[in-house]
């Protein structure tokens, strides 16, 4: 390397992206870092400030686990993963109530010393998980149906494709045909739940709002009489090109939101 900057955070991002007078301005920024991190580089990518290689944060870790499994290393494994951010999600799928509990006290016991405790205990409260199931076939079958993309969807919000986070910056195309429907959002319900609790089960009553469908508009939006117009900065696909170097991307179009159409007389 020629220079070596010991520096961090989302403001390191946005030094190597714009360049200051101790670092010079970089063509791309790549690796890992927490939420702040993984923010500052789509936002300075997709004012095509500097490339980026993809969000790479924040991560998970998915442990299947029986027995034999040593308790310390599968609370060691959940707690290393667990510290870097706040929103990383550390689940352990296990056929053994000993061995959960077991984890679970590793967890309790360990936690007080580690220098990141506050990181790691928001984490594992909202995104940490220990699951009992009966066999490791379905052990196998939750982490086929397991899917890290939801932790970023809760973290960034969906996408306004409805589709994988991922698919803007690597040149997905997952959204809907242009002037064609979206789909809604899913149901999504904040609820505060202790640790154990996650990790044993509990019942709970919720209330859930809803939206009812507008009777004017029909749900479209647009004034009775009126029609949606192309968008003018994505002529209509939904999106745009950025190129800068050898690297190339694609984003969502910031006027009309990846519709393809923008609406004049709501």
């Not at 920024?29 to 500097?50: D, E, F, H, R």
């Not at 899913?186 to 009553?205: V, W």
């Not at 859930?208 to 029609?227: A, D, L």
Request: one cysteine or more; a negative charge.
């Amino acid at each position: 390397a020629d220079l070596i900057a010991r520096v961090g955070g989302a403001q390191a991002v946005a030094a190597l992206a714009y360049g200051t007078e101790t670092i010079p301005r970089v063509d791309i920024v790549v690796g890992a870092g927490n939420l702040y991190v993984t923010a500052a580089k789509m936002y300075l990518a997709s004012l095509g400030k500097v490339a980026i290689d993809c969000p790479a944060g924040p991560s998970e870790v998915l442990i299947i686990a029986d027995e034999v499994a040593n308790p310390l290393w599968v609370a060691s494994d959940m707690l290393s993963q667990a510290e870097h951010d706040e929103a990383a999600c550390s689940v352990l799928v296990t056929t053994s109530r000993e061995l959960a509990w077991k984890v679970y006290r590793n967890l309790k016991d360990e936690l007080p010393s580690l220098r990141r405790r506050e990181v790691i205990k928001r984490s594992l409260s909202e995104y940490g998980a220990i699951l009992l199931v009966d066999t490791l076939g379905q052990a196998l079958d939750f982490a086929n149906e397991f899917d890290p993309f939801k932790i970023f969807e809760e973290v960034f919000g969906r996408q306004s494709s409805g589709g994988d986070p991922f698919g803007d910056f690597l040149g997905g195309r997952s959204r809907t045909r242009a002037g064609g429907a979206e789909p809604g959002r899913d149901l999504h319900y904040t609820l505060g739940i202790a640790f154990d609790e996650a990790a044993f089960g509990a019942e709970k009553d919720i209330r859930i709002p809803r939206h009812v469908t507008c009777s004017t508009c029909t749900g479209s939006g647009i004034k009775p009489g009126s029609q949606p117009q192309t968008c003018p900065t994505c002529q209509g696909s939904g999106y745009v090109a950025i190129s800068q170097g050898f690297f190339s991307m694609t984003r969502t179009c910031t006027q009309c939101r990846g519709r393809g159409t923008i609406v004049k007389d709501p």
